[in-house]
Structure formats: C-alpha cells, structure tokens
Nanobody, 127 residues
Framework: QVQLVESGGGLVQAGGSLRLSCAAS????????MGWFRQAPGKGREFVAAITWDGGYTYYADSVKGRFAISRNIAKNTLYLQMNSLKPEDTASYYC????????????????????WGQGTQVTVSS
C-alpha cells in the first residue's frame, strides 16, 4: 500500500541543523509532487516546502525560505528536508505528504491537495 515514513527528527540547539527523510513506497515516487508540512503544539498544520514531480522547482513558506531546502532522490524513493539555522519557533512535528494526482503542475500549500501523509517526526529546537 502507499506509505510514507519520516525519520531524522530530534533535539537540536538553536542555530543547528537537521536533515529529515521521508521514505516512500507503494506508488511511483517519480510521478508525484511532494510536500513537507509541520504542526506545532496547539496550532494547525502549516505548509513548509514543496517540490515538483520532476524535482525541477521548489517552493517554501516565507518563514523557512533561505534556511530549509527540499530535495528528492528518485533512485532511493526518498524525500528530504535539510533544515539549517534552526530556531525555537521551528519546533513541531514534521510530516511529508504526497500530492493526489500524478504530474501535478506548480505547487500547492493546501493540505487538501495531498492524499497520503506520514506519521510525522518530532523536531525540537532549544534556545
């Protein structure tokens, strides 16, 4: 079945870095745009970054632009989120997600455009 499994979260000091991974299975990974979202305690889920199905374009929330980088490795069926210069306000559970339709153009920050989610990985940034 279609499955996404995140890993790489943890506790890090402000200014540090983490790389999250999302292992995809059960679908043709190279045909789907993907995204990362996050949810902090007591808040709704928010868009972080997205990448097109061919990896040609990437998009970021203003809050992470210049600090985070999304990428994908087709051979490994894995999505990544490199997070640098982390801040306490980046503390959240991070989720990867798959777009509903293959070969979707552009990007979407709307979680309703995604139909499969991982279980999440916790990132905690201490001040």
């Amino acid at each position: 079945q279609v499955q996404l499994v995140e890993s790489g979260g943890g506790l890090v000091q402000a200014g540090g870095s983490l790389r999250l991974s999302c292992a995809a299975s059960g679908f043709t990974f190279s045909s789907y745009a993907m995204g990362w979202f996050r949810q902090a305690p007591g808040k709704g889920r928010e868009f972080v970054a997205a990448i097109t199905w061919d990896g040609g374009y990437t998009y970021y929330a203003d809050s992470v632009k210049g600090r985070f980088a999304i990428s994908r490795n087709i051979a490994k069926n894995t999505l990544y989120l490199q997070m640098n210069s982390l801040k306490p306000e980046d503390t959240a559970s991070y989720y990867c997600a798959k777009r509903k339709l293959p070969y979707s153009s552009g990007y979407s920050s709307n979680e309703l455009s995604y139909d499969t989610w991982g279980q999440g990985t916790q990132v905690t940034v201490s001040s």
